[in-house]
């Protein structure tokens, strides 16, 4: 049978899939997935696509193209040395070069593809894409919408109705829809974008924070020259990515300038908390369209079934941080969102070409991982915290680290304790391992520890406590951390059926007896804390802000119709506040809301 590819023809980056046994497979080459929509031409002439391109791109982008995508569907042409291109001649190059990686692994021509375009590309876009596809030597059998792509990789044999709320967040590009999915039969309900908006904005944005810095320290701006801005931008890009998992990143670069006859070295640390702060209002204007597309769908966000993200710059935790807070469930990043797209189209073409296809499998940890620490509950300090780092669905193998501090003055050790579960209180959870960190700076309270948990496809989990002013580190490998959680559940079960069989009085002395002996457990005891999560602006209001959401939730069930839609509002306006970190309008919205409940409680 002659292969039919998917194709996800990106703004930023492209990627080529098949469905081989079932499974959406991404082509690389030198072990990468993924070819930088970039071309370019050499000194000597030469045509260059991915990224040699890209690499060239700024210390010579009269030479080369990027965001071509941009342009597609517009009667414009592209200068690329002596030569005028149209957008479907600079795309073709990017599908050609995609076509023969796809050949070479496969050892046969590659003539069929799927390929991909945003909802929001009217015709004349879509049929430029189709254009660049003959370009390139394809037969395009479909233009496939990407979050109809992306819902693709979750589930291609949905049966139910189920509405996907897709976020795709790329390299150049913003956009967020509402696909429903029902028999096989996926329709875009609605789809809002910001076409000037992504990851490389971030990448600027970071690019001159450093520079600033930099300039403030030595008297130079390493933006005027080419070679040290191409440098820098490299070295924040790198900084963005290990930003996404861990608190603090370092931005080096020697002998990056020079002043009066010295080198000068650049060398920078950005804390995560910093970033986020930097690129906040971007990540405000993709919720504003969050919400434009829900009411363009007549939705509420009680009304999607799931939360996608798409695109490589939807790491930064504070996206899915936002997304929850607001849509009040968890956002799904188990497939790559680099490759989320190529894959789905790869699933298309296979459906056409009536081939076999299964859910895409991931390797993911099936229960949170974290550490406890004093937290806040209902206003108050609570020393049963869990403050997850690695949290349920991550992709395997995964590593995470986030920053807590010392509780008390003057304290010389910190207790690690690593529990796995899904309840904020510990009490509730598994403890998988602790260890004990001496020799801390005699400081007062707020030293800076950083927690870091690596684990890997194998179920062993590495756990680390490093003091930040000094470096002092300690860490302990647990064996099979992820089957501990089944193996404890398997054998508490047993023990409940055997105590519940052998008395005569049934459930309720079982359930009584249950309850002491979970008292005496090594988990309940009382113990010191040692860890505080770091202090943010605004955390009571949150904490009362998400117990009250949750009270709501649990009212829903028995609400009136009538009064159920009201409800939904406040909710949806508490949400709103609490992602925006609006405190003045979260705690009038929490109000409202608590005295509707109230009724409600009452009627």
């Known amino acids: 049978m002659e292969p039919i590819v998917g194709i996800d023809l990106g703004t930023t980056n492209s990627e080529i899939a098949l469905v081989r046994d079932g499974q959406p497979v991404v082509f690389e080459e030198n072990g990468d997935p993924i070819l930088p929509s970039f071309v370019g031409l050499s000194e000597e002439g030469r045509l260059l696509v991915g990224a040699a391109a890209k690499n060239q791109w700024v210390l010579a982008p009269e030479r080369t193209i990027k965001s071509i995508k941009r342009k597609m569907g517009q009667d414009v042409k592209v200068k690329l040395g002596d030569q005028e291109y149209r957008p479907q001649e600079i795309s073709a190059m990017i599908l050609k070069a995609l076509r023969d990686r796809a050949a070479a692994q496969l050892g046969v021509p590659v003539t069929k593809a799927v390929i991909t375009v945003p909802a929001y590309f009217n015709d004349a876009q879509r049929q430029a894409t189709r254009e660049a596809g003959e370009l390139a030597g394809l037969e395009v059998v479909r233009i496939l919408n990407e979050p109809t792509a992306a819902s693709l990789t979750y589930d291609p044999n949905q049966r139910e109705l189920r509405r996907m709320l897709v976020y795709d967040l790329g390299g150049g590009t913003f956009d967020v829809s509402i696909v429903q999915a029902q028999q096989g039969v996926v329709e875009v309900l609605a789809s809002h974008g910001d076409t000037q908006l992504g990851g490389d904005d971030f990448d600027d944005l970071l690019l001159n924070l450093v520079c600033d810095r930099f300039q ?52 920078m640390e950005i804390s995560r908390q910093e970033y986020e702060t930097l690129i906040q209002p971007l990540l405000d204007r993709t919720m504003d369209c969050v919400q434009r597309a829900l009411d363009d769908a007549n939705l509420i966000a009680s009304s999607i079934d799931k939360v996608v993200l798409v695109g490589g710059a939807t790491r930064t935790p504070l996206i899915t941080q936002m997304l929850e807070e607001r849509l009040g469930q968890p956002a799904h990043q188990e497939v790559n969102p680099d490759l989320c797209v190529a894959m789905g189209a790869a699933i298309q073409a296979a459906i056409i070409a009536g081939a076999e296809v299964g859910s895409v499998l991931v390797d993911i940890t099936p229960h949170s991982l974290g550490i406890k620490c004093v937290g806040s ?99 302990v490998v647990i064996e099979n951390a992820l089957a501990r959680f089944e193996r404890e559940e398997l054998g508490q079960a047993r023990e409940r059926l055997e105590r519940l069989w052998a008395l005569p009085g049934g459930a309720e002395e079982d359930e009584n007896e249950d309850e002491e002996t979970y008292r005496s457990t090594p988990q309940a005891e009382e113990e010191l804390p040692s860890l505080v999560s770091g202090p943010r602006e605004g955390q009571r209001e949150a904490v009362q802000a998400r117990a009250l959401l949750e009270k709501a939730e649990r009212l829903l069930d028995r609400t009136q119709p009538e009064d159920r839609v009201e409800v939904e509002r406040l909710m949806t306006r508490v949400r709103t506040a609490l992602t925006d970190r609006q405190w003045d309008k979260l705690t009038a919205a929490c109000n409202e809301l608590a005295d509707t409940l109230f009724y409600l409680e009452d009627a």
């Open 216 to 267: 403030q320290e030595h008297g130079i701006d390493l933006r005027a020259n080419l070679v040290a801005r191409s440098r820098v931008l490299r070295a924040v890009e790198a900084a963005k990515r290990h930003l996404s998992y861990h608190p603090f990143a370092r931005i080096e670069e020697e002998f990056i300038a020079e002043k009066d006859g010295q080198a000068l070295h650049l060398n």
């Open 377 to 475: 509950q209902h206003g108050f300090p609570f020393e049963y915290h869990f403050a997850p780092i690695i949290r349920r669905n991550t992709p395997l193998p995964a590593s995470r680290s986030e920053l807590f501090y010392t509780f008390h003055d003057n304290q010389t050790e910190v207790e690690i304790d690593v529990y796995q579960g899904e309840s904020d209180d510990v009490r509730h959870n598994h403890r998988v391992g602790r260890f004990l960190v001496q020799g801390l700076s005699r400081v007062p309270a707020g030293n800076p520890i950083v927690v870091q948990l690596d684990l890997n496809l194998d179920g062993i989990l590495k756990v680390s406590a490093r003091e930040r002013a000094t470096g002092l580190q300690k860490q």
